[in-house]
């Protein structure tokens, strides 16, 4: 029995249907839409120069390791509300750009943000991020947990907890990895994160009792120690400039009595061979063809006396050897 046209094409939609039921759709990935971050230092500074507020702070440097140029956008995960004090990109410098936030999600906002410049596949983008929020009030004990929401996954972690100035009773959950001390007084604890991926939240329970309301660091305390910085930055690229210009001054000089030896040398030398032509010229005029002259007119005088020649023909040969 012929199968017909509309059988056939029935059977075929029907083993496309069985298909589909039967072997499962392979899940097709969106493309990547972030660089990796190849290390971060995370830090969170409880009341550091303004208080109750905790500053938090990203330093890091991303890796494009997307395979192609980026020039997609960059996020941050932050608290709801919180105050941005910089967005930034560090390649040359603090150059911050334009961002946005998205508040569309109901426990965190969003930072978005794109480079100044496309990032070539394999090179490296330092950045840093700032932002205050305020996550406790002035009563004792202040607690809070910071929660750390990575939207890019991460190759090396490390997130430091500094203790404010004063305080007591400092306990973190989970326990720091270990403590140490920095040059302006103040006690940081540290933990180190390896592989981490853009859905491991982490998430620091802070807790500690302080008296004073005052923040660790004034204000313009951390903005002299800013100028301090700037100073001796541009103190030590005027040093640089001076230490150039007096290096070509020198190389100058050097040059410039190179060249006019060189060209004494050269005109002593050209002095000497004019010298020695004038010499060669009046010795040849003055010695040999003066001697050969006389020879010369002598034979002459003989020929004119054995009659082999006559007057006229004589002071014809004369007056050429003259000549």
Known sequence: MAITRTKRLFLFVLLIALTTMIFPQVPVFAESQSMTMDN???????????SPDVLV??????????????????????????????VCETEQGMLCQKYEVKTDYP?????????????EAGAKFPIMMEYYYTPFGAANPKQFTQVFR?????????????????????????EAEKTAGDDDGFTNYLYSFQNVTSDDVKEFE?????????????????QQSTDNSQDQNQS?????????????????????????????????????????????KTKAKGGVNKKE???????????????????????????????
């Open 206 to 222: 802070v807790s500690y009792t302080r008296e004073s309301n005052e923040p660790s660091v004034k204000a313009e305390e951390v």
């Open 293 to 323: 002259a006389a020879e010369e007119k002598r034979k002459l005088r003989k020929m004119l006396i054995d009659g082999k020649i006559g007057e006229d023909t004589y002071k014809q040969l004369l007056d050429e050897i003259d000549e």
């Open 40 to 50: 971060l230092y995370y830090s969170i500074w409880p009341e550091y120069d303004r």
């Open 150 to 174: 990575p939207a890019f996954p991460i190759n090396n972690l490390t997130v430091e907890i500094k203790a404010p100035k004063e305080s007591s009773g400092f306990s973190l959950s989970p």
């Open 57 to 86: 702070i990203y330093s890091g440097v991303f890796v494009n390791d997307t395979g192609k140029a980026f020039e997609g956008e960059l996020q941050y995960n932050i608290p709801k509300g919180a105050d941005i004090n910089m």
């Open 236 to 280: 030590s690229v005027n040093s640089t400039i001076i230490i150039l210009l007096i290096v070509f001054i020198i190389l100058l000089a050097v040059f410039l009595f190179i060249a006019v030896n060189n060209n004494n040398n050269k005109k002593s030398q050209q002095k000497g061979k004019k010298n020695n032509k004038k010499g060669n």
């Open 107 to 119: 426990d965190y906002d969003v930072i978005v943000w794109k480079p100044s410049h496309a990032i």
